[in-house]
C-alpha cells in the first residue's frame, strides 16, 4: 500500500433516536442506519428485528426528521426492514414503511426477508437495497443470487466467517460488500437462528433483559443445562459444560486488525452494530475507536505486520483490554500471541 | 401420505421398526464439516437401492469449503443418479445448481425457511393477541410471490418444521399448491458457525471462533437446556440447539402436506461407540 491518496473508508453507525443524529456525525460516521417501531404493530406484527423501543425511532414522523437532519450534514441514512421474514398480515406495515422512506428519500433499505425483496424488486425499482447480514451470504454464490435475481446492491456479509472467507467472498462480488469491523457478536448466527429477540411486549411476565422474559432474547435466557456423553472420552464433558456457560452474546469484538486485509482488498463499507444498546454513550464510544482506526490506516503506507502492531497499541489504549484472539471478530490463528 | 426417514451417517442406516417408509433422507443440514463423502454417499444410495427406498440428499448452508465438498457429491449424482432429489439448505446452493447441474427434483429445505421456531413461544399461547399467534403460526412461504420465485427457481417441494405453537399458513391456491413436507418429531431452533462442541482437544480454541476445520468430537455430547418457560429441555447437538414436538399438526391436508420426515435421532453426527463403556444414547 504505496498511494497517497485516502483510502475510501465508510464507517455505517446505528441510531436509535433523533438526538443521536448530530454526536454520531460529529463522531465521523459516514453513513446511518435505523429501525422504526410503529405502535400499532407492537401486538405482534413488528416489521423490525429489534422489537424494542429503545433500538428504535418511535414514529414515520421521527424518521422523516431524521432523513432531513442526517442528509444535511452530507450523510446516507438507511432503514432496517429486517425482520427474518414476513407473513401476509404485516405487509401493511410494510409498505406504509416503505412509503416513508420514499416519501423522505432515505438513501437504503437493509432487507432480510425474500418476499420484501420481491415486493422491492417489482413494485420499488427504484429503491436501493442492502442484503442484511441475516441472509447468511457464506459463498459467492449467495450474493450471485440476490444481486442478480433481486438487485440487492451491497451486501452485508454475516458475521461468522473468516477474513479469508470475506475477501474470496468479495473479490467475486457483483455488488459492494459491507462487513462488521466492531461491537457485539452472537454465539449463534443471525441468519440461521430462530431464537427470538422478543416475543411480544404483550406477555405478562418476570424481568428479563429488556423488560420482561417475553421481550428476552431466547438465548439470554437462564439455562439449567446437564451434558450427557456418549462414548469413552469424558475428558471432553467439562470443556463443552464450560464453553456453555459462557454468555451467548459477548458486547465486544474487534477487527481493526481484519481492516488491513479488507480495505486492501477493496472493501469500503465497516458497519458497527448495537442500536438496541440503551447507553448512547457506548454506541458513541465504539463510532469513535472505529473512525480512529479508520484515520490510522488512511494512509498507512507500512505492511499488514505493521499495521497490526500499531492498532493493536491503539486498541489497548482506547479500550484499557488487552488484545486477545478471543476477542477477534473473524479469528485468525496466529494473529495474536496469547 | 409418504413416509421417509432421516438419516445422517451410514453406520445408523437401518430400517425403522414400523413399515411403510418408502424414501431414505441422507446427509446434512447443518454443519458442512458433516457433508459425506462420496463413498459414503454411495453407501446411502446402496441401502437405499436395496430396500426399494426413493433417495434425498439434503446439503447444509455452507462457506466455499463446503461448496467444494458439495461439487464432489453432485458430480457424482450428475453421472450416476441424476434424478437424485435434494434439499437446499442455502440460497447460493439452490442458485448453482439451478445453473450448473441439471437436478430436477429441488427441495427447498428447512434453514431458509424462517419461522418462528422459540420454544417459549407454545408458554405464551394462551396470552397473545389473536393477531399474534397467526403470525406466529405463518411464515413467509405463505406469500405468493415467494412461492412464484421458487418454482422459477425449479424448486418442487417445501419443507417445514412442526411448529409448538400449531401451523396456520396459506400455502395454495395461486400459485397452485406446491408439495410439502413435515420434519418430525424434531425442529431446530438455532445454528451457528461457532461450535461449542466441536475441536474439544483445542483447549486454547476461541469458542467465538469460526471452525475452518474440525475433527467432530461434538459427537460425543449431548447437553439439554431447560427453562421455566418451555415445556421440553432444548437439545444441543454439536453446532444445533433443537426442540421435540411429538405432536402431529391436525392440519396436515390443509397445509399440503404430502410427506412426513421421520428423524429417529437428533439430525448430527454421533459417535458410533453406542454399547462401549458410558455409550448409551444419550437421551432425547
Redesign the interface.
Known amino acids: 500500500m504505496t498511494e497517497q491518496q485516502p483510502r475510501e473508508i465508510n464507517i455505517v453507525s446505528p441510531m436509535a433516536s433523533l438526538k443521536e443524529v448530530d454526536p454520531l456525525i460529529d463522531a465521523g460516521a459516514n453513513e446511518l442506519y435505523c429501525g422504526i417501531q410503529l405502535k400499532e404493530t407492537e401486538q405482534g406484527l413488528v416489521v423490525n428485528r429489534r422489537p424494542y423501543a429503545i433500538a428504535n425511532l418511535q414514529s414515520l414522523e421521527d424518521f422523516k426528521e431524521a432523513v432531513k437532519r442526517v442528509h444535511a450534514r452530507g450523510v446516507k441514512l438507511h432503514l432496517t426492514l429486517n425482520s427474518l421474514y414476513y407473513t401476509p398480515r404485516q405487509y401493511p406495515y410494510l409498505e406504509r414503511s416503505i412509503e416513508a422512506f420514499l416519501e423522505a428519500r432515505a438513501d437504503a433499505l437493509i432487507v432480510s426477508d425474500v418476499g420484501l425483496l420481491l415486493l422491492l424488486r417489482d413494485k420499488y425499482p427504484g429503491i436501493r437495497v442492502h442484503l442484511s447480514t441475516t441472509l447468511s451470504a457464506f459463498n459467492i454464490h449467495t450474493v450471485r443470487f440476490f444481486a442478480e435475481e433481486l438487485k440487492v446492491k451491497r451486501v452485508i456479509l454475516p458475521r461468522h466467517m473468516s477474513e479469508t472467507e470475506i475477501i474470496n467472498v468479495f473479490k467475486e462480488s457483483p455488488v459492494e460488500t459491507e462487513v462488521f469491523l466492531l461491537g457485539q457478536r452472537c454465539i449463534n448466527d443471525d441468519g440461521q437462528c430462530t431464537f427470538e429477540h422478543g416475543i411480544g411486549n404483550f406477555c405478562e411476565d418476570g424481568p428479563g433483559q429488556h423488560g420482561k422474559v417475553s421481550e428476552t432474547v431466547g438465548c439470554y435466557l437462564n439455562y439449567n443445562y446437564f451434558t450427557a456423553m456418549r462414548g469413552e472420552n469424558s475428558s471432553g464433558r467439562k470443556i463443552v459444560e464450560k464453553r456453555y456457560s459462557l454468555p451467548t452474546m459477548a458486547p465486544f469484538f474487534c477487527a481493526f486488525c481484519a481492516m488491513y486485509g479488507f480495505v486492501k482488498a477493496g472493501i469500503k463499507y465497516f458497519k458497527l452494530p448495537g442500536r438496541e444498546d440503551p447507553d448512547v454513550q457506548s454506541r458513541l464510544r465504539f463510532l469513535k475507536a472505529a473512525v480512529g482506526a479508520k484515520h490510522m490506516l488512511l494512509y498507512f503506507e507500512g505492511n499488514r505486520f505493521h499495521f497490526t502492531r500499531e492498532v493493536k497499541k491503539y486498541f489497548m489504549k482506547t479500550f484499557e483490554l488487552q488484545c486477545s484472539s478471543s476477542l477477534c471478530y473473524y479469528a485468525m490463528k496466529g494473529n495474536h500471541e496469547d | 401420505m409418504e413416509k421417509a426417514f432421516f438419516v445422517v451417517q451410514t453406520d445408523q442406516l437401518k430400517m425403522p421398526e414400523d413399515p411403510g417408509y418408502s424414501r431414505l433422507y441422507y446427509g446434512i443440514e447443518f454443519c458442512q464439516h458433516q457433508i459425506p463423502t462420496k463413498e459414503e454417499l454411495r453407501t446411502a444410495l446402496a441401502f437405499a437401492r436395496d430396500h426399494s427406498l426413493e433417495f434425498t440428499l439434503v446439503t447444509p448452508?455452507?462457506?466455499?469449503t463446503?461448496?467444494k465438498r458439495l461439487e464432489i457429491l453432485f458430480d457424482y449424482l450428475r453421472e450416476n443418479e441424476p434424478s437424485t432429489e435434494i434439499v437446499v439448505n442455502?440460497?447460493?446452493?439452490?442458485?448453482?445448481l439451478r445453473r450448473e447441474y441439471p437436478f430436477k427434483n429441488i427441495a427447498l429445505g428447512r434453514?431458509p425457511n424462517?419461522?418462528?421456531?422459540?420454544p417459549?413461544?407454545h408458554h405464551?399461547m394462551d396470552?397473545?393477541?389473536p393477531?399474534?399467534?397467526?403470525?406466529?403460526q405463518?411464515?413467509?412461504l405463505?406469500?405468493p410471490?415467494?412461492r412464484k420465485?421458487l418454482i422459477e427457481?425449479g424448486v418442487k417441494r417445501l419443507e417445514f418444521d412442526n411448529l409448538l405453537q400449531g401451523m396456520k399458513?396459506?400455502l395454495g391456491s395461486d400459485p397452485p399448491m406446491m408439495t410439502n413436507s413435515l420434519y418430525h418429531p424434531i425442529g431446530?431452533?438455532?445454528?451457528?458457525?461457532?461450535c461449542?462442541?466441536g475441536n474439544?482437544?483445542e483447549?486454547e480454541l476461541?469458542?467465538?471462533?469460526?471452525l475452518?476445520t474440525c475433527e467432530r468430537?461434538c459427537?460425543?455430547?449431548?447437553?439439554?437446556?431447560?427453562?421455566q418457560?418451555m415445556k421440553d429441555p432444548?437439545i444441543?447437538q454439536g453446532n444445533t440447539?433443537f426442540y421435540k414436538n411429538t405432536q402431529l399438526p391436525p392440519n396436515l391436508e390443509e397445509l399440503g402436506i404430502d410427506r412426513l420426515i421421520f428423524e429417529p435421532e437428533v439430525p448430527m453426527m454421533?459417535?458410533p461407540?453406542?454399547g462401549?463403556?458410558?455409550?448409551?444414547?444419550?437421551?432425547w
Open positions: 448452508y455452507v462457506s466455499e463446503g461448496l442455502d440460497w447460493g446452493v439452490l442458485h448453482w434453514i424462517k419461522m418462528k421456531r422459540d417459549r413461544i405464551y396470552k397473545m393477541p393477531e399474534a399467534l397467526l403470525n406466529f405463518d411464515c413467509s405463505s406469500v410471490a415467494v420465485l427457481l399458513m396459506d431446530y431452533i438455532t445454528t451457528t458457525r461457532l461449542k462442541a474439544l482437544d483447549k476461541s469458542v467465538f471462533q469460526v475452518e468430537s459427537r460425543n455430547y449431548r447437553t439439554f437446556f431447560r427453562n418457560a432444548i444441543a440447539f454421533l459417535s461407540s453406542e462401549k463403556a458410558g455409550g448409551a444414547p444419550p437421551p
